[in-house]
């Protein structure tokens, strides 16, 4: 029997309002499977996390304390000017609460700031194999990705600087230390791509791991310049990453471009509170990066004894190139959830030849120390 | 003494990379001042926050204690598939997993949406005053408002549709039960508006205070519509405003559409758990709905003893009609806050003749009847 309900409903089918062209344009983006996706699918509970770069130290014991504190107050908005944590911010960083502008995670301000400045074919420039989200938001805008590879795995500053001054392009992105590899260029170096890029590109520079980094990597800060945008995060030294809240930083007048496009209510009163705790116990971020130092060796002496070459790393990772291709590599990020372990690796060849393992808790690294001469066997 | 680096800065500030132009052309957005910036600026601490329909009662005891239990893992990211709380919300409304998406508050959704269908001058149709931050998502990515104003303070339904056949606009917009005004139309209504709706227009219906409407407001759902997108959220009935965790539902080929735009990690760890620890305890939800109906009642009551006429409700806010201009209904709100009552009003004449007070508790109740005679005569 067919209802005239069910009649409507199959000539619905027919039709429906259309995507813009370039939203049509676009594949599902699934920029990275969670470790979450990776136990329901394999079955295996992860027993190690070592995969996102997450901080296992977790956040200060204070921060936990203060979002148990304000849990009851979850029903109440977050404050959409995320004044006090704005406030610590550029207290903490010696600037004006004007040239700060705080979101939703990194990934939440690169997608604003990819907005305010691209559109249908605006020229990008970014490292070929990078962090990828940032290059999924410039093609969402419909911008014209310009790539560079990786050169001694590192971003390749010096080829990068001569595409921006070539191309002109609207948007020049670096990431400093790099995520996938780890490597990182010292500020002198930075500083110079800064000051030699046209003024008419904007430096978009992810600093993100930059508290793990050697002193003398982080260039001083300068919100006097118009074309440099720097992002920093909670997710990683502050142990956030669940919360959500990154912050950039300007000047005034490209700050402001992103009260235009923010979601002004995004950040969870949670997470501000959680960031704001969490700026405040400093002597607790310094620990984490001495827990990450440690197990950063560890994950060295690892890999060598397993007759893999550890890259040199600024970051709370270590990636291993495991001397072959990239299914050789992908076989071993298989083989290793298999027994409960988490890690990811870099998606673009040559650098695909790599696994990348965040830093553990010793246990975790007890484990990764059992198993992968096994799995490497299994391999053979 | 003039450094060669400052001599550098003045030359850059002459210049910077350019906005787009649509971004360019955008006014700074503040949808709402919220009332920690109103409590900074008056110097007065808010004693009764009743402005943002947020739910005083707050989230369930259940709901907290999660989230006390897990604030030591925020260390981890959240879920970006949402697995857990998208198939828990599957189950409790009887559609599949693939009609729902997930994202930061009904505000994120919107933006998501607006971003996937509307582009330079694309036609979108809404009511004249209503929710603002929609209409600021259908500026900000240039698409055309075509606004109707209220009938009898309700959205008026037969002409928003009439226009939607005579203009075929991408998007018709749709808030039942209303806010600002707390009126709504009953499901009959809706699904007349649904039904008859050009198939190439999409229905946004944003249901945000379901739960609060009587009984036979909202219509049945029906994921096989292709032009019908519903949006839901815990941050009103399940008291969890301060978390960001909304949701759409629709045909599973409009919900795949999020997939390619959404921050995949945006909603936080701790939102996941909350909301699904919200959405398993109903009866912390019927509970609230009945608080609320009380203070409905109280907040109407107080209302006429003051000789202002209360409009019916649906939702957890009453919306009064104070007799005068806007310029009248401000200063009642401008009153009340110097006594730390926060309630809002809406923007747009002539409903801006009414305030808006949010449902209390008892005692933020009894203050706004203490207060408001004192303020009304102090204005005359």
Redesign the interface.
Known sequence: MRSLGGA??NA??E??????P??ES?????????P??LA?RSGQPIKA?MG?N??????SPK??AA??AH???????????L?DLKQALAKHLGIAPENIAIS??I??LH?LAV?????QG?KVVNSLGAYPTFSAHVK?FGGDLITIPYADDREDLPALLKLAKAEKP??LNLVNPDNPMGTWWPASDVQKLM?ETP????VMLDEAYSEFAPEGTVPPL?V????VLRFRTF?KAY??????VGYAIG?Q??I??F???R?????????QI?ALAALQDQDWMQYVVREVSKARIRITEIARANGLKPLPSATNFVTIDCGRDGIYAKSIVEGLLQHGIFIRMPGVAPQNRCIRISCGKEKDLDLLAEVLPKVLQGLG
């Open positions: 409507v409903n619905l089918i039709t429906m309002p259309k995507f813009t370039l939203i676009l594949p599902i983006t699934i920029p990275f499977v969670g979450e996706a329901r996390r996102a997450e901080n296992v130290f977790g956040p921060v936990i979002v148990q849990a009851p107050n979850a029903w109440q908005y977050g404050d959409p000017e004044f939703e995670g990934d939440g997608g907005r305010m400045f691209v559109e605006t969402s609207k948007i000051d003024e008419e590109t904007l300068d006097t310049r118009r074309n997710s142990g956030l990453a669940g919360m959500r000047h007048d490209v402001a471009g009260e235009k496009v979601n002004h209510f995004g950040v969870t009163r949670l997470s959680a």
